[in-house]
């Protein structure tokens, strides 16, 4: 079993949709926790960090819940621009300034016109 | 932009060589972590740089390893490399400061082929 789980997708929804992204991950001890937006052939770009009390920026909004070992991501009024992969990553630090990213498979979103 | 750059951008090797890669932090940033991101996979954790020591490595064999500058600048080396080893090699900056680790940022990566 991965220690980050996503489901690949692809997720095909027409422009103005609301779309949701799912992700679990195993290791209890994993301390904060993140979604990366990768467009194709290009570097995964920090899109936000996700807190316990939830986080909103724009038309995105993260979640996570610690004793399900579950974090999610809405967008709201999807975009063209939207269309990308997004990879929900896990920070396993060993304690001190290490700090292991773990990523999923990451999940392809295709926005529609 | 990150400010965080990486050289070369393309690289062609023949299995056996050796490659370096290379990295420039994003200014303020003291660490430097590495990841493979094979096709259609997420990026893997190799090692991280932290004062010049590797500081946290993943499930990579010794034949690769690592430096880091007092610039904060930072090498990957793979030697007697595999077809396998073909992937886009990611650098990260963060700023660690005590305990604490922060967001890390990627550069554009380095893709790599062996043949």
């Known amino acids: 079993r991965k220690e980050v789980e996503q489901d690949p997708g692809p997720f095909n929804v027409p422009e103005g949709a609301t779309v949701a992204f799912n992700c679990t991950y195993s290791n209890s001890a994993s301390q904060s926790f993140f979604w990366y937006r990768q467009d194709c052939r290009k570097e995964p770009k920090l899109l936000m960090s996700?807190?316990?009390s939830g986080n909103e920026d724009g038309r995105f909004t993260a979640q996570l819940n610690r004793a399900s070992q579950y974090i999610s991501l809405l967008i709201r009024d999807s975009k063209l621009s939207d269309s990308a992969t997004y990879l929900c990553v896990v920070n396993r630090g060993y304690g001190g300034a290490t700090n292991k990213l773990i990523f999923g498979t990451g999940t392809l979103l295709a926005v529609q016109p | 932009e990150t400010g965080v750059t990486q050289s070369p951008t393309h690289l062609i090797k023949t299995r056996g060589q050796q490659v370096t890669l290379r990295c420039s932090s994003q200014s303020g940033h003291n660490t430097v972590s590495w990841y493979q991101q094979a096709l259609g996979q997420g990026p893997q954790f190799i090692f991280q740089?932290?004062?010049?020591?590797?500081?946290g490595r993943g499930n990579f064999p010794p034949r690769f390893s690592g430096l880091q500058f007092p610039n904060y600048s930072s090498e990957l080396n793979v030697n007697a490399l595999e077809l396998d080893d073909s992937a886009l090699y990611l650098c990260?900056?963060?700023?660690?400061?005590?305990?604490?680790?922060?967001?890390?940022?990627f550069g554009p990566g380095t893709r790599l082929t062996v043949t």
């Open positions: 996700v807190y316990s």
């Open positions: 740089y932290y004062r010049e020591e590797e500081n």
């Open positions: 990260a900056s963060s700023l660690a400061r005590g305990l604490a680790a922060y967001e890390q940022y």
